[in-house]
């Protein structure tokens, strides 16, 4: 058993603000030095505690505590934890039983140190207890989450205020838990949880990478962006399970074909990588709603009409020289990019009948799609960035839209206001921002021509 006794700061602050109390009658306490003692030992959690649930904590974590203040009756025995990235733990333990809900004690260790604090809160204000005596024993220094901490403490302290005491002593464990949505950046971490692991962010180098087979609850796999010339492994792709893979820029020319057994996959992105082609295969993923492509400018699009669930498709960049016949294969289709791609000429778009949003920004567009007018369920476009459009013969035509709501109009070098803009009543959102418009009087006329529409100039 090792003992570490040291004198800390608030034992400095303590005497010092004692001794500047002037507006209390009671004679201040004499030699109130703090005392700290830390222990570490092998511990045995002799006694049971049934805890009441207060917040409803997960039956999957141990948070029992029966910390008592001696001069009450009442029990302190609900523990919420909080441990950040420099292993700083703190602990609150509150009180299940109304009347009482109003203390809180609060542990807080930082490597070999520790501070505990009593707080009593009122209508008026709180009461602060510092401790002139504090005894932690626990069995291990906290070290990383899903650790099992147990202990026991007694601690004396006074009021700054009016100088009266308090002793409390219990015994407590938990685990360390992580926070509410915890991303695991690092697999052999999710592979010794306890937890149900649903989301990891994986190095490309990870050593364990062929252990992933072993979470079997994994729901979302993202490798870290940037990481370059990764080498697939089979075990990546036995997990059907997956809904999420994200493998952006990972330069990858090509996409195993047992992608294929993915089947709960509803999101893949592989956005800037250097794929020659699609798999086929993808389509075996019934359940594919988003595909992110942007950034492969040397692919050959041709499979895309095979994954004729998808609702979400990002082709940003891509080095269109024109539209793929084959999207209007995607009859699902709800959201397409088709930005940067400066040498598509966009003559006409396909026949999406579903869709609600289309960005056409950074085309160095001249003429809208010829059958534009044919989107009857667009609801948001994106044109920014398109200087030499003809905008009143484009805006005319965007007027046949019937359920057109959001306009992006940034950076278009619009000089002026066309008029044909005073006409969109429907619209809820109209973005001219970024744009050479000078005439605030015009600016002004027209959110008042607009009355139900966020104009952001």
Not at 101 to 117: G, H, K, P, Q
């Amino acid at each position: 058993m090792k003992y570490i006794t040291k004198n800390i700061i608030i034992a400095f602050l303590i005497s010092s603000s004692l001794s500047c109390v002037n507006s209390v009658t009671k004679e201040s306490p004499q030699d109130y030095s703090l005392v700290t003692e830390l222990i570490i030992k092998n511990i045995s959690f002799q006694k049971k505690i049934e805890l009441t649930a207060c917040e409803n904590p997960s039956d999957e974590k141990i948070k029992s505590a029966n910390i008592k203040l001696n001069d009450t009756e009442n029990v302190l025995n609900y523990i919420e934890s909080e441990f950040t990235d420099d292993r700083h733990l703190k602990l609150r333990f509150t009180s299940c039983d109304p009347t009482f809900s109003n203390t809180t004690l609060e542990l807080s260790i930082i490597n070999t140190s520790f501070l505990i604090t009593l707080r009593v809160h009122s209508e008026i204000e709180d009461e602060i207890y510092y401790p002139i005596y504090q005894q932690l024993i626990i069995n291990d220094y906290p070290k990383e989450y899903d650790q099992e901490i147990i202990g026991h403490l007694e601690f004396r302290g006074i009021s700054r205020d009016n100088f009266q005491e308090v002793s409390l002593s219990g015994d407590f464990k938990f685990f360390i838990e992580r926070p509410k949505g915890y991303i695991y950046r690092d697999l052999a971490e999710a592979i010794r949880s306890k937890e149900k692991v649903t989301k990891v962010i994986i190095d490309c180098n990870d050593k364990q990478l062929g252990e992933i087979g072993k979470l079997k609850n994994l729901k979302s796999l993202i490798f870290n962006k940037g990481c370059r010339n990764r080498v697939f492994t089979n075990e990546i792709f036995q997990l059907p399970q997956i809904e999420i893979l994200d493998f952006e820029g990972g330069h990858f020319e090509e996409i195993p074909l047992d992608i294929g057994n993915l089947t709960s996959l509803k999101s893949l992105d592989l956005r800037n990588n250097r794929l020659k082609e699609l798999p086929k295969t993808l389509q075996q993923c019934k359940k594919l709603e988003k595909l992110y492509l942007e950034g492969n400018r040397g692919c050959d699009f041709s499979n895309l009409q095979y994954y004729n669930t998808l609702k979400e498709l990002d082709l940003e960049d891509c080095n269109l020289k024109k539209i793929p016949n084959n999207l209007q294969k995607l009859v699902h289709l709800e959201n397409l990019v088709l930005s940067k791609n400066l040498n598509c000429g966009f003559s006409d778009i396909p026949k999406l009948k579903n869709l609600k949003h289309l960005n056409l920004s950074y085309c160095d567009l001249k003429n809208l799609p010829s059958n534009i007018e044919d989107l009857h369920q667009l609801e948001t476009l994106s044109l920014s960035g398109n200087p030499q459009l003809e905008w009143n013969k484009a805006l005319k035509r965007l007027l046949k839209l019937p359920n057109l709501k959001e306009l992006n109009l940034q950076y278009c070098e619009l000089k002026k206001i066309p008029k044909e803009l005073f006409q969109f009543k429907k619209l809820d959102d109209l973005n001219l921002w970024n744009n050479d418009i000078i005439d605030f009087k015009e600016e002004n006329r027209l959110r008042q021509g607009l009355p139900n529409t966020n104009v952001a100039t």
